[in-house]
T-cell receptor, first 114, second 109 residues
């Protein structure tokens, strides 16, 4: 199956700092990637759809100025959590469809904000 | 309102005790229904895609089926390594993805 990677796998930062998470499609090109957040024992919550070469589409209630998304190439999307606070601590997962209906997920990034 | 509901929330099985997980959905139009396995601290791992009622797919001890209202993930003679959370997701004709909250499966040796 298609491979999606994320970096870093975990990050700990101080409150007020910004954190960048990378999502890469390793063996296919993805014009669209998706960013999810998952709290403990809860399902995935779609945050935004990342579109190569254009602005991301954010779900209702997700602050676009706080969660900056850049889809700079057909294999890379980045999510930057700006001025992170403890309530932003979560598991962030990206996914990409290699061309069909299926989505393939990255391994996730655990963000802890102190 | 489009939604996906999974049941039960949690399931404990003895090794070898077969069972089924349910995913009920209501969407305006179905493009595909997906099953994923998620281990703690990891991203979901793709298992199956089903596109139309009556379709079935199998992989080792897992078998997924689909009707017009729900999908079942049958687990035959499960082993402890099958313990995980199983997620169901639906892709609608409106190009939206809806995830269920998952079923946490524990298989006891």
């Amino acid at each position: 199956g298609a491979v999606v990677s994320q970096h870093p796998s975990w990050v700990i930062c101080k409150s007020g700092t910004s954190v960048k998470i990378e999502c890469r499609s390793l063996d296919f090109q993805a014009t669209t990637m998706f960013w999810y957040r998952q709290f403990p024992k809860q399902s995935l919550m779609l945050m935004a759809t990342s579109n190569e070469g254009s602005k991301a589409t954010y779900e209702q209630g997700v602050e676009k100025d706080k969660f900056l998304i850049n889809h700079a190439s057909l294999t890379l999307s980045t999510l930057t959590v700006t001025s992170a606070h403890p309530e932003d601590s979560s598991f962030y997962i990206c996914s990409a469809p290699p061309g069909g209906n299926e989505q393939f997920f990255g391994p996730g990034t655990r963000l802890t904000v102190l | 309102e489009d939604q996906v509901t999974q049941s039960p929330e949690a399931l404990r099985l003895q090794e070898g005790e077969s069972s089924s997980l349910n995913c009920s959905y209501t969407v305006s139009g179905l493009r595909g229904l997906f099953w994923y396995r998620q281990d703690p601290g990891k991203g979901p791992e793709f298992l199956f895609t089903l596109y139309s009622a009556g379709e079935e797919k199998e992989k080792e001890r897992l078998k997924a089926t689909l009707t017009k209202k729900e999908s079942f993930l049958h687990i035959t003679a499960p082993k402890p390594e099958d313990s995980a959370t199983y997620l169901c997701a639906v892709h609608s004709t409106g190009n939206q993805f809806y995830f269920g909250t998952g079923t946490s499966l524990t298989v006891i040796p």
